[in-house]
């Protein structure tokens, strides 16, 4: 059987990623966040690929974030201000 070459497999693209600061700086305190709040923040490109919220920078305002992915210190960090995330 012959071998599929590595241009063969699926591409998944990589979701864009979004920091708290950004959310901090950008989106007002009781906000709802979404991928398509995000694309017409002009925050990401294309919000098809999937979002991620990563825990670089800090947040003190409360956020609700839905249908985003977010690592666990992100998670934490949207907690403590009062927020929630939901995936």
Do not use: N
């Not at 699926?10 to 966040?33: E, K, N, Q, Y």
């Not at 947040?59 to 974030?65: G, N, T």
Request: positive net charge; contains cysteine; proline residues 7%.
């Amino acid at each position: 059987r012959r071998a599929r070459s590595p241009s063969a497999r699926p591409v998944c693209p990589a979701p864009t990623m979004v920091t708290l600061a950004m959310l901090d700086r950008t989106f007002s305190d009781g906000d709802t966040i979404t991928p398509a709040q995000l694309r017409s923040r002009s925050l990401v490109a294309d919000p098809a690929a999937g979002v991620k919220i990563v825990a670089s920078g800090e947040i003190h305002k409360k956020l609700i974030v839905q249908g985003c992915l977010a690592s666990k210190k992100a998670v934490d960090a949207v907690e403590k201000a009062g927020g929630t995330v939901s995936f």
